[in-house]
Every structure is written in structure tokens, then in C-alpha cells.
């Protein structure tokens, strides 16, 4: 079951496995309704992954589109993508050059070591594992 606000609001998803912008977001949403949602990143098993953006160049206005991309990645666009637990690819710039929004980094849940980024073979090894042992795994 794909994990959501409501599934988690409702007591239908005790644990989410998935991104920590996601689940500090929920935690947010949860403030005062009584749910106490608590995010962990485990240890041994540290992920990260990049979107990944394009720019059509047949667009009718691609240089709008280079133009969106270069806020996306100056330290406001950054700052923003941060608001939403997002950790921006360009953080560790921005601490050393002052333009990080320090109070939300210091919202971030707290990760140690340094995160993998897996293949696309091994994300598509994951993805088959867990669809072919899922519902074993949990129906007991």
C-alpha cells in the first residue's frame, strides 16, 4: 500500500518507507490532530536520488524553461525546495556560503553517513522483489 496523509491520518499505515521529505512533511501535516508521526532514517540503509529535469528545446518558450531552472537552483529556489524537507542538491554551498535557510536544515531529519545512489538495475531489482514479496511479508 502506497503510503499517504490519509492512509497514515486514518491508522491504515503505521510505518512508511519512503523519501524523508515525505515523511517530515506528514509530520507537519499531523501537528494537532493527534497523530505522532515520527521520522528515522536508518543507518544502514542511506539512499538518496536526484529528480532528474528537462527542457524541450521545440518548447514555445524555452528560454522561460532556462530561465525557471536557473531559480530553481539559486539559493531562494534552493531555500524553497528546503521548506519542503527537501534536501537541495546545492546545500552544502550554500552553508559555506551563508544563503542556507539554516531554521529549516535544522528541521531535516537527522541522517548519518554518507547516502548511496542506486543503479537503475538496482532500483529495478528492488521494486521486483518487493511487488513479488509483499504481500507475503505482510499477510503473515
Known sequence: MESTPATVEKGET?????WD???AGYADQFKGKGVDWKVAVPSDGVYAQYYSQAINKDAPHPAAAR????????AEGQNLWLKGYARPA???AMEQD???DKQAAAKLPKVSGTPKFPSEQQTDKAKQTLSEGWAKAIGG
Open 90 to 92: 546545492l546545500m552544502t
Open 21 to 23: 521529505y515525505l515523511n
Open 67 to 74: 530561465l525557471w531552472q536557473e531559480y530553481l537552483y539559486s
Open 98 to 100: 551563508g544563503t542556507l
Open 14 to 18: 503505521p510505518i512508511s518507507i519512503d
